[in-house]
């Protein structure tokens, strides 16, 4: 079965400092995984995505994520947190695989991210 | 180009009401769904579409409805509306087929309380 785990519901970090938010996975083909960001009161907004080649990819605001076949990881990071930053985040998979559901989402329950300055 | 568009933004019902979620996309976008967002939960799937006529059940469809009579609307219908269907409900878009690399495209969002 597809799923997404992100296992901390909150990260707290300070202005300046390197972040990480973390996200596995599991399904049963080939993934697809995405990152979007959510502040308050708005819809989802993408950030980056990874399909395949490098597993290093560069996505808005200065974020980047970590693909990581081995762990079943796909690790959102910026090298130096804003204020601005402070929102919630959502990892999610699409599986390629053979009997996936029509190329649906499968989203993680989120990570309040909170940089304080 | 407004993306994607929810109507209403805010509404509240009571207990037995109905109400159509009205959602619209410019961008030609074959596949459409609704999710609902409820604290701790995530994003769940309620109904989507993969075109025009078309609509399929997902995570979470019991107590909803849905149509797409044209391509750049998907509704989401509640016919007899309980507590436990208040939420925030999304809409999104998105391009491409069944295993597309694409993006979905959410709405802003609509905040529905059932008293």
């Known amino acids: 079965a597809q799923s997404v785990a992100q296992p901390e519901d909150q990260v707290n970090v300070a202005e300046g400092n390197p972040l990480t938010v973390k996200c596995t996975y599991s399904?049963?083909?080939?993934?697809?995984l995405f990152w979007y960001v959510q502040y308050p009161n708005r819809g989802l907004q993408f950030l980056l995505k990874?399909?395949?080649?490098?597993?290093l990819v560069k996505g808005s605001y200065g974020f980047e994520a970590e693909f990581n076949k081995s762990q079943t990881s796909f690790h959102l990071k910026k090298p130096s947190a804003l204020v601005s930053d402070s929102a919630l985040y959502f990892c999610?998979?699409?599986?390629?695989?053979?009997?996936?559901?029509?190329?649906?989402?499968?989203f993680g329950r989120g990570t309040q991210l909170t940089v304080w300055p | 180009n407004a993306g994607v568009t929810q109507t209403p933004k805010f509404r509240v019902l009571k207990t037995g009401q109905s109400m159509t979620l009205l959602c619209a996309q410019d961008?030609?976008?074959?596949?459409m769904y609704w999710y609902r967002q409820d604290p701790g939960m995530g994003l769940r799937l309620i109904h989507y579409?993969?075109?025009?006529?078309?609509?399929a059940k997902g995570e979470v469809p019991d107590g909803y409805n849905v149509s797409r009579l044209k391509k750049q609307n998907f509704l989401l219908g509640l016919e007899s509306a309980a507590p436990s269907q208040t939420s925030v409900y999304f809409c999104?878009?998105?391009?491409?087929?069944?295993?597309?690399?694409?993006?979905?495209?959410f709405g802003p969002g609509t905040r529905l309380t059932v008293l």
């Open positions: 999104a878009s998105q391009s491409g087929g069944q295993s597309s690399y694409n993006e979905q495209f």
């Open positions: 999610a998979v699409r599986d390629t695989g053979r009997g996936s559901t029509l190329g649906r989402l499968y």
């Open positions: 399904v049963s083909g080939n993934p697809y």
């Open positions: 961008m030609n976008h074959e596949y």
């Open positions: 579409s993969v075109g025009e006529g078309t609509t």
């Open positions: 990874y399909i395949t080649g490098d597993n």
